[in-house]
C-alpha cells in the first residue's frame, strides 16, 4: 500500500512526509516499525471496507481483542507490499489501555526483586548482547546503501 494509497483509504493526510521539513534530519538508513493508528471505533469497519473494495492486503480482519481486567481493543492489521503491519486501533479502548498504572512501579520492584536470571547466567547460558542504536544505525545504513 503506497503513501496515496493509506491517504485515500483511511482518509487521512500526511502532514509532513518522511521529514521534508528543512529543519528536520534524514535518515539513512531503512527502518521496520509497526505502525499504529488510533481511530474511533466507527470507524474501523467502514475502514476495513474500503480496504478490501481496493483490493489492498488486510492481514487480520476487525477483530476484538480482551485484556482481563481491561478494556477489549478492536483492531484491524493491514499490510504494505512488504508485509509490514499497519494497525488501526479503537482510539477510545486504547486511550483507556495506555493510561498510567499507579501500581506499575510497585509491580515493577517486586517482579525484579523475585527475578532469578543470575542463576540462569551462573549455568553458563548465554546472555543477551546489547547493541546500541548508533551500531545498529551503521549497520543498518551499510546494508542498504547501494554501492557507486
Not at 509490514?84 to 486511550?95: D, K, L, Q, T
Not at 523475585?114 to 551503521?138: C, I, L, M, N, R
Request: charged share 30%; with cysteine.
Amino acid at each position: 500500500m503506497t503513501i496515496r494509497d493509506q491517504e485515500n483509504v483511511s482518509s487521512l493526510t500526511s502532514i509532513d512526509r518522511f521529514g521534508n521539513r528543512k529543519d528536520s534530519k534524514k535518515l539513512p538508513f531503512i527502518v521496520y516499525v509497526i505502525l499504529s493508528r488510533g481511530y474511533f471505533f466507527d470507524w474501523l469497519e467502514p475502514l476495513e471496507a474500503k480496504v478490501k473494495q481496493n483490493n489492498h492486503k488486510i492481514q487480520t480482519p476487525l477483530v476484538k481483542l480482551d485484556t482481563p481486567g481491561k478494556a477489549t481493543v478492536q483492531v484491524v492489521i493491514l499490510a504494505d507490499p512488504n508485509d509490514h503491519e499497519i494497525c488501526f486501533v479503537g482510539e477510545e479502548a486504547f486511550s483507556e489501555l495506555s493510561k498510567m498504572d499507579a501500581k506499575a512501579d510497585e509491580m515493577l520492584r517486586d517482579a525484579m526483586s523475585k527475578d532469578d536470571s543470575g542463576e540462569w547466567y551462573k549455568q553458563g547460558k548465554p546472555q543477551a548482547k546489547y547493541v546500541s542504536f548508533e551500531t545498529s544505525a551503521a549497520a543498518a545504513a551499510q546494508i542498504f546503501t547501494k554501492p557507486k
